[in-house]
């Protein structure tokens, strides 16, 4: 594992960008090389310019790769965009073998059979993650693996997303000279790099802030619980600003992120920022009071969407760990005070650095990155998982007790690690 080398590619509205990592000896991840290009053919997360994003793809990639020194050929890469849903389905086996202990086996079963439910048409699955466990009519049982019971049974967090777009990400890495190693949709992979195992336990909502759109997750006792695509983010937020203070596009991203606040009531009325008149005209004085306002009320119905997803969830009332905001659109001054204010719950800001080692790359420690930073992990999360189940499976083919044993146990500590997180093998669907 300390030799493997993984990559993720976050395939952004505004920006794409690839990131190299190898865990250290330590199983931190240390960032090898970054590479990142403009978007220009993503619209709220689903990609609609093949040619565009191909090129900005090979742009990023190759930074990656000149950075790193490392030859890149498959990667792991992000899926958002509002056609993702999800929904709660309840799934269960009859064992044969009942005086046996329950094996990782038979939640894999369990598992693949989630994957044959009808979805509707156009759609396909991406993630099956099972939630808690019912072995013989006894609720709420985390890990059954040794347990004894004919029946398993299990409640399953299901992700679609729409084929369509799912064609896309992949025909675009392909031309790009690429495979697709683990498709992961994209607050998974953000929560897997600015939350703390705690938060997860003690029950948590991440809002990944991006250009297109704003990504929900909610996790409570270290399982995802609710995921969300609002598709409004950063962008949107610009182009109010464009329009309320009649200025240029570039002028308007740059009032918001260098004067912007998110309350108006912290923005002083005197306070005024002079823009060079368009040919000729006199320069154009923009109050930042003014401005503050415009983003304030769009800021509001964007955390107005988010609270209603977390209320919609049903764990509004158990999120001791609060709100971490994350993407670009967190960095706007004076954001988590207006989170806390409209949601009641306690609020910080998530930096991608919560599983990073020392690297020679300090840029993806900015919240834009905490998508890109996250495939790398969940890469390696995935990597956990296929190794427990190539390397050690076979202890279970009548080895005797005390080998199925240490199987177990072996296969419960992963499973204990990534049951928030079920990655399941894409390369088979999208190859
Ligand atoms: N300092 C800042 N203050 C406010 N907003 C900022 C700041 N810096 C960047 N942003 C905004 O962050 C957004 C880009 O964020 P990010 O890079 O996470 O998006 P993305 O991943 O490309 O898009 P998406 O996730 O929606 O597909 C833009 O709207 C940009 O204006
Ligand atoms: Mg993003």
Known sequence: MEDKIIVGLD??????CAIVGKKNEYGKLEILGMGKAVSDGVIRGIVTNIDKTVRAIEKAIAEASEQSGIDIGVVNVGIAGQHIKSAVHHGGITRENKDGEITIEDLARLNSDMHRIVTPPGSEIIHVMPQDYIVDYEDGIMDPVG????????DFHIITAQTNAINNINKCVKKAGLQIENLILEPLASSLSVLSDEEKEAG???????????DVAVFYENIIRHTAVIPFGGNIITSDIKQGCMVMEHQAE??????????SEEASPNEIVSIPGLRNRPPKEISIKNLAHIIEARMEEI????????ISSGFNKKLAAGIVVTGGGSMLTNLSQLFEYMTGLDTRIG???EHLGRSKVDAAKSPMFATTVGLVLSGFKALDIRQARYSEAPSYKGDGKKKLKQGNKFFSNILEKTKGLLIDDFDDKIN
């Open 11 to 16: 395939i952004g509205t505004t920006k794409i």
């Open 351 to 353: 930096y991608p650095n």
């Open 303 to 310: 955390i107005e969407l988010v609270h209603t997803e977390i």
């Open 254 to 263: 740059l009032l918001k992120t260098k004067f912007g606040k998110a309350i």
């Open 204 to 214: 948590v909502c991440l809002v990944d802030i991006g250009g297109g759109t704003t």
């Open 147 to 154: 347990m004894t019971g004919v029946k398993l049974e299990a």
